[in-house]
């Protein structure tokens, strides 16, 4: 055996599970799983995107989309960083049972906000609360170049303690002279003091971090305030909006995609859907979705956000016509092929599916 011979990369796909390899409280409600892959494999993905995971919960299983925090230039794991809110049922489920050595089914990587998609010299990110992962994903992609990069990052939390994955960040801007982080907090923490910036994000703070925002590429993610405060910001301040991109799982700010464009789905008329690979099939208002057709005759189809925006529900059509309104969750080439989103798509009379 030629002991120098080099092993053959093998890539994680969606078809196995992950298993959980590792778990790290990073703040109040915060918490980052590492996974691996039972075989080996390594994970390529672009940094930005994000990860559907299958919830094993009690009621059945739900499906939730995670930004990827972890960098593809260390592809032996991959991690997210999840927050649980109050009401969080699934995320506290992982709170509560994910444990080392557990297996998840997984869907994707998905998503096209990344900076491979929109390359530029410099760079300002701009995210609140948990936010900030695929921001930490990209920056770590960037430091790991070995090219010392240009970026502004700015991230909004309550309190200093709540700031998500800080000590990374500040780890590698202590390495690197372009990493220029910029916390802002709403309120201090009892017997700490805090030299930061305190308040709302607004202009003149963005003058300040940024005096060059103008020649930045802009990624903002977090919650729908917060991002339409940024844009309103930007929008201002006279900052082209072609070089500003988002992320969030909530209806985005555009005008979403419509395809087909010369049919309209209308309440008054049936339509059939066929689920080919289960055998089943509904009839339903062609205002209904093929998510709701699917769940009303007990077929679950994986599904994350709901909106057209994380391709989860991804699913072959292979006969009929849809009018799928969708805000970038499938790209023209999967459409071309015969995909559609099951959760935005309403059939127009018979519809056949794979699923």
Not at 150 to 167: G, H, T, Y
Not at 188 to 209: A, C, E, S, V
Request: aromatic letters at 8%.
């Amino acid at each position: 055996m030629n002991v120098l011979a080099k092993p053959k990369l093998v890539f994680w796909s969606d078809v196995e599970e992950l298993e959980c390899a590792s778990r790290l409280p990073e703040a109040p409600n915060v918490m980052t799983f590492c996974f691996r892959s039972p075989a080996g494999a390594l994970f390529s993905f672009e940094p930005g995107q994000f990860l559907t995971l299958e919830l094993p919960l009690p009621g059945g299983p739900v499906y939730r989309t995670y930004t990827i925090s972890s960098s593809p230039s260390r592809p032996t794991s991959l991690t997210i960083a999840v927050k649980a809110q109050p009401n969080s049922v699934a995320t506290r489920w992982m709170f509560d049972n994910l444990r080392k050595g557990m297996r998840l089914r997984a869907i994707g990587p998905g998503g096209r906000f990344s900076i491979m998609q929109h390359p530029a010299d410099k760079y300002l990110f701009i995210s609140a609360g948990s936010g900030i992962t695929p921001m930490v994903s990209m920056t770590t992609y960037l430091y790991d170049s070995g090219i010392d990069p240009d970026i502004v990052f700015v991230n909004c939390a309550r309190r200093p303690s709540e700031i998500i994955l800080r000590d990374r960040m500040e780890l590698m801007a202590s390495r690197v002279t372009g990493i220029d982080l910029k916390w802002v907090v709403e309120q201090t923490d009892p017997y700490r003091p805090w030299t930061g910036y305190r308040g709302m994000f607004n202009q003149l703070m963005l003058g300040l971090m940024a005096p060059d925002y103008l020649e930045r590429e802009v990624f903002c993610c977090g919650p729908e305030p917060f991002m339409r405060a940024v844009r309103e910001a930007l929008g201002g301040l006279g900052y082209n909006m072609d070089r500003y991109h988002q992320e969030s799982f909530n209806a985005p700010p555009h005008e979403a995609e419509v395809v087909p464009q010369d049919v309209v789905p209308d309440e008054q008329k049936h339509a059939e859907i066929v689920f080919g690979m289960s055998g089943l099939a509904a009839k339903c208002a062609e205002t209904d979705t093929v998510l709701a057709a699917a769940r009303s005759v007990g077929l679950v189809i994986p599904s994350g956000c709901n909106m057209g925006i994380c391709g989860t529900c991804k699913v072959l059509k292979t006969e009929g016509q849809v009018h799928m309104v969708h805000n970038g969750g499938i790209t023209d080439e999967d459409i071309e092929e015969g995909f559609i989103l099951a959760c935005c798509s309403n059939p127009i009379g018979r519809v056949a599916v794979d699923a």
